[in-house]
């Protein structure tokens, strides 16, 4: 008996594949009734139990066709349809793995007579006409109450990966649309699980084409949704609501209204949890940005915000809200208009106690600093985009957008100062109270033409900025020996003014040899010019009148012109793709500050390079680049402005600053299989800086320090080398259980320098961040993930100290079960440790669980009642740690803990669609 389970644990693993090779094949030819070859008519085969399509093709230039993988024992249809012909039908079935050879297909020309023509059975499931493949969406529906997402995947070619990836015969789809409208953006999740499939009349897929739609050159293709017209006019979207221990609490809702060419997106939310309302990719697809556009987008401490516009979220205990709108309409007369405004509030409570070791090889200098925040901000943000395509050759857009800002911040620092090698310590104190208020505005036109051989695009950019403010900084000195004591407190009152205009245009000329060969020139011009003005200001001995205090003030006038040329080919051989480009610039910087009579004039000029090649196929993608550039000092290097706004750490600029020359050499490259059930990342990246650009740092006896750019000399370089791969792996069984496992490698060293005390030190930094991770998932009632991420690294300033080596293992893991049809469990733990070599560095450990319950409710699983807790073990601490080189740091700070919290959703969609609702959004 134990020898017979091997061979049966061989068949049991041999026999699926066994199985999906028993295909058979079905050929034959298609003539006209004049006995003339039908070239490029579409042959399909339909299992007749369901109706569902097998497998599909089309006729060759002699009227040959043959269609394989075809299931055995089962009935067939075979259907023939073409556009100038009848359609013509024929049963068939497989009695075993054969290729069956049927008789000539004969098809009658359609006439011109006004006749009606009532075809008993379907309408032709595929139909081609150019470059476009069109399914009749009727044909291919499955289960009733399906979604978009299940039929697209029975239509042949078409899979969808586990990441939302989606691939048409292994080529990428760039892109969903509905009625050639763009309203969910790149990522069409929220589309594929929200629209019934039922709403859609034809699917069709086409090269990938550009906002006019001229066919672009990369390979990917498109598809296209034409919806039925009862289908034209709906609503999507959902809302939340929950209170909970603590005085918790957090609500949103977003609504979407899509009306043929028009779609109008309202969002607004509200918490105390420092956290985002919506997550990006929720604003970005069901929120109206996708069409609307983002400038620009920034996360920081936790938040976010989108074109000036804060979306909640941030350090310590922040609470937030806020709302607006989207709103994105295709004029008639080829017009379309976006536009977009939101409001934002917040505020902050944030407290940090810090610690750190600095070693300067014969004494260490210890600080310990308390930092204590209060603040309160709002903001207002519009944005716009009104484009007009008058032809196919034309396009003309114009984007303005007016940022307001204003807020109130209170912050005090205090810093403890002390070397080991002196019995002293010296207290620094300030408290810094701000108001300040600023509007950011501007807009860019863009106009572009493509003609056959001839492209060209002008752009034009306009910028202001105005900001304002008041504040006072108290500062307290205070220095103890064993003899003496020695102490020191300003009351200063700082005002603050602060303008510019920014002006950058460029054009573009491209010209296209032929369909491998092109050539590019672009030059551009920028212009800045901007004014700021801080002035300090000191009460004199009697206290009756302030002094302006020259050393800490400013009257900064910036004036800045920037020149470049670029010219650059691209050819394209087969697969691969070759591009060079050069360019040259030159740059006028006139900085002045009028109080303290310093000024600097600087012009540079310098050529940049860059070198590339591309290689794609439908399953792979390689990319090899390597660039030569410059980057510049910025105004605030340069110029020698005196900031004590923290008097520890007191920061001036350095007007002989030159610019860094920077070589890198990168790769990235990803390979697959059609079907997405495996993927392999890899990328490596190696640079070399010259000329860099650090920051020198004085400290003295106070231990205190002043901060100084400087460029490195030149046997000083910083050097980097990165690689690191990613693998991803995908397998379904039998049963419907789908198994995801993943490894990830990634690698890295640096040298750079330090510039300390009047002396440089060498700074190495070794790197390396394993990791593993595994899922398993059932559609609709588990999913579980875990990975597991050890990282190592060692860093040491040579000649200061030894080598630092610190460890940090996090293991995570993640639960959704729904174990009856209206009942989820989920849950989602962190554990964390950090270790280090350092003496300095205590080691951390602590673990974040959360978990909750959700029961569906009301007609067709609208409704979620939710029970959750955040932070079961009650450990969760802003905890962190920093060792390098000669420097240790260690902070904690208050943030969330445990709560537990009764919460209300409900998901709507004017699609009525039943079954059970996707859970759509993360709490945590």
């Known amino acids: 008996m134990k020898q017979k389970?091997?061979?049966?644990?061989?068949?049991?693993f041999c026999l699926p594949m066994l199985l999906v090779a028993q295909k058979g094949s079905?050929?034959?030819?298609?003539?006209?009734?004049l006995n003339v070859p039908v070239s490029y008519a579409t042959v399909a085969v339909f299992d007749l139990r369901d109706s569902s399509i097998v497998n599909f093709g089309l006729s060759d230039d002699g009227g040959g066709f043959e269609l394989k993988s075809l299931p055995p024992g089962i009935p067939l249809r075979l259907l023939v349809s073409h556009v100038l012909y009848h359609p013509s039908v024929k049963n068939f079935r497989l009695d075993s793995a054969e290729n069956k050879k049927l008789d000539t297909l004969m098809v009658s020309a359609k006439d011109n007579q006004l006749t009606e023509t009532v075809i008993t059975w379907e309408a032709p499931p595929i139909v081609v006409r150019n470059d476009t493949i069109e399914f009749n969406a009727d044909a291919f529906i499955g289960r009733p109450g399906s979604a978009v997402e299940e039929l697209l995947k029975r239509i042949p070619g078409v899979e969808i990966g586990e990441d939302g990836q989606i691939t048409y015969n292994g080529r990428n789809v760039s892109k969903i649309t509905i009625d050639s409208k763009q309203f969910f953006g790149d990522d069409p999740v929220i589309l594929m699980k929200n629209i019934p499939a039922k709403a859609i009349q034809k699917v069709q897929i086409t090269e990938e084409k550009d906002e006019r739609g001229r066919a672009t050159e990369t390979g990917d293709v498109s598809i296209n949704l034409t919806l039925k017209h009862w289908a034209k006019k709906s609503h999507f979207g959902k809302a939340y609501a929950g209170y909970g221990t603590d005085q918790r609490y957090e609500s949103g809702v977003m609504w979407n209204f899509l009306r043929d060419t028009l779609q109008i997106s309202l969002v607004g939310y509200g918490n105390n949890l420092s956290q985002s309302?919506?997550?990006?990719?929720?604003?970005?697809r069901m929120g109206g940005y996708?069409?609307?556009?983002v400038n620009y987008i920034s996360f920081s401490d936790n938040s976010m915000s989108i074109n000036g516009a804060s979306f909640g979220g941030g350090k310590g205990i922040t609470e937030s809200g806020g709302g607006g709108f989207n709103l994105n309409y295709d004029i008639p007369r080829k017009w379309s208009v976006s536009t977009s405004y939101f409001l934002g509030l917040s505020r902050t409570s944030y407290e940090q106690v810090r610690n750190s070791q600095r070693n300067f090889g014969d004494t260490i200098l210890s600080t310990g600093t308390i930092n204590t925040e209060f603040a309160n901000n709002n903001s207002h943000s519009f944005n716009a985009k009104f484009r007009w395509t008058p032809d196919t050759i034309n396009m003309f857009t114009w984007r303005p957008n007016l940022a307001i800002n204003g807020g109130k911040e209170d912050n005090e620092l205090q810093n403890?100062?002390?070397?080991?090698?002196?019995?002293?310590?010296?207290?620094?104190?300030?408290?810094l109270d701000n108001t300040i208020n600023g509007i950011d505005a501007g807009s860019n036109f863009n106009w572009d033409m493509s003609l056959k051989k001839w492209e060209y695009e002008v752009f034009s950019e306009q910028i202001y900025k105005d900001e304002s403010g008041l504040g006072v900084n108290r500062i307290r000195i205070e220095s103890f020996t064993d003899t003496a004591t020695y102490s020191e407190s300003n009351y200063q009152e700082r005002e603050l003014e602060s303008k510019g205009m920014v002006f950058n245009n460029y054009a573009v000329i491209r010209y296209k040899v032929n369909d491998s060969l092109s050539f590019r020139f672009s030059p551009s011009i920028n212009h800045t010019n901007a004014f700021k003005r801080v002035m300090v200001y000191e009460q004199d001995s009697t206290l009756s009148e302030d002094v302006l205090l020259p050393g800490l003030s400013t009257r900064f006038q910036e004036k800045r012109s920037s020149y470049s040329a670029k010219f650059s080919l691209s050819k394209r051989v087969g697969k691969s793709r070759f591009y060079a480009g050069m360019s040259v610039h030159h740059a006028d910087l006139e900085l002045d500050n009028e109080l303290s009579q310093s000024s600097v004039d600087r012009i540079f000029s310098y050529p940049e390079l860059n070198l590339s090649y591309t290689r794609r196929s439908p399953t792979s993608y390689m990319d090899i680049d390597y660039s030569y550039s410059m980057e510049l000092p910025n105004s605030t290097q340069l110029i020698d402005l005196v900031d004590n706004s923290d008097p520890n750490s007191i920061r001036t600029g350095n007007p002989c600053l030159n610019p860094e020359k920077y070589h890198e050499l990168s790769t990235w490259a990803r390979m697959g299989n059609s079907a997405g059930t495996h993927s392999l990342q890899w990328n490596a990246r190696a640079s070399v800086t010259r000329n860099g650009?650090?920051?020198?740092?004085?400290?003295?006896?106070?231990?205190?320090?002043?901060?100084?750019?400087?460029n490195l000399a030149p046997h000083e370089l910083k050097t980097y080398i990165g690689t690191g791969f990613n693998f991803t792996f995908s397998k379904e069984s039998s049963k419907k259980w789908k198994h995801t496992p993943g490894l990830h490698v990634w690698g890295n060293m640096?040298?750079?320098w330090q510039y300390l005390n009047f002396s440089s030190y060498p700074f190495v930094s070794y790197n390396l961040s394993p990791g593993i991770s595994y899922g398993i998932i059932k559609k609709d009632y588990f999913d579980a993930r875990v990975s597991y991420r050890p990282s190592f690294s060692n860093s040491q300033t040579l000649g200061l100290s030894g080598p630092i080596i610190n460890r940090y293992v996090s293991l995570s893991a993640e639960l959704w079960w729904a174990p009856f049809e209206k009942y989820w469990i989920e849950a989602k733990g962190t554990h964390t440790r950090q270790t280090s070599s350092n003496p300095g560095v205590d080691p951390r450990e602590f673990t974040l669980v959360n978990v909750a319950f959700t029961r569906l409710i009301l007609k067709d699983n609208r409704g979620q009642l939710r029970l959750s807790v955040f932070d079961l073990l009650n450990q969760n601490r802003a905890i962190s740690q920093y060792a390098t080189g000669n420097y240790v740091e260690t902070s904690i700070s208050n943030a969330v803990t445990r709560y537990v919290m009764l919460s209300f959703v409900y998901n709507y969609n004017s699609f009525q669609k039943k079954g059970r609702q996707q859970r759509g959004f993360s709490f945590w």
């Open 290 to 293: 996708n069409r609307s556009g």
């Open 277 to 284: 309302g919506f997550s990006y990719s929720e604003l970005y």
């Open 693 to 710: 650009i650090i920051n020198e740092n004085f400290f003295d006896e106070s231990g205190r320090s002043v901060t100084r750019p400087v």
């Open 750 to 752: 640096s040298q750079s």
């Open 5 to 12: 389970i091997p061979f049966f644990s061989i068949l049991f």
């Open 416 to 431: 403890n100062n002390s070397y080991s090698y002196l019995a002293s310590q010296t207290l620094i104190g300030n408290q």
């Open 26 to 33: 079905v050929s034959g030819y298609i003539t006209d009734s």
